[in-house]
């Protein structure tokens, strides 16, 4: 049976903490509704009401242009390897860009990437938790080492230059926000 809380309790945090992989879910107004699935030590709890999600640079960039229209996501965690949990977070969301002042107050919570592209803060409204029984197991073998790889490669000129090209508009033609200075 599912159960409901205000706020993220100290079990909830642990759980979160041990996670490897997270799906984040966001719609905008129409078209499209977009689920993706994050790692790479992304995601900090900075409080029992508020996390914060760095997003990488990635093929597209539909969870900015969605939160730009609506700022409400929802991010799900599941137990893939010990007592079968969900636990679903939802809540509003400040979107805050490289370019933004607030950057720097948030970015510190991460390891330094050019691929760093938006930085989310999820005000949490409502947690969630659900029984995970259909959830299988699975074990994990770490982390990809490929996106951050292709980042250092482009380096910061190029990463701009593929944001230009690839991050600027959803696919539903929404603007994403990301503007260069």
């Known amino acids: 049976m599912a159960k409901q809380f205000s706020y ?3 079990q909830h945090q642990n759980f979160i903490e041990k996670q490897h992989i997270f799906f984040v879910a966001t719609a905008g107004k129409d078209g499209h509704v977009n689920v993706s699935p994050k790692g790479m030590n992304s995601l900090k709890i900075l409080a029992e009401d508020r996390l914060v999600w760095l997003n990488y640079t990635g093929s597209g960039n539909e969870t900015a242009a969605h939160i730009l229209e609506s ?12 007592q079968p949990l969900i636990l679903r977070v939802y809540g509003e969301v ?6 933004d002042d607030r950057w720097s107050e948030y970015a510190e919570f991460f390891p330094e990437s050019p691929g760093s592209r938006q930085i989310f803060v999820v005000k949490i409204n409502l947690v969630q ?16 080492p490929t996106l951050e790889k292709w980042a250092e490669k482009k380096g910061v ?8 090209e690839n991050n600027r508009i959803s696919m539903d033609g929404k603007d994403t926000g990301l503007l260069l200075d």
Do not use: A, D, H
């Open 129 to 144: 938790t659900s029984c995970g029984f259909g959830v299988p197991f699975y074990e994990y073998k770490g982390e990809r």
């Open 94 to 99: 400040e979107l805050i860009y490289r370019k």
């Open 71 to 82: 700022n409400r996501m929802t991010l799900m965690f599941c137990s893939f390897v010990e």
């Open 157 to 164: 000129r190029g990463i701009e230059e593929y944001w230009l």
């Open 8 to 10: 993220l309790n100290e």
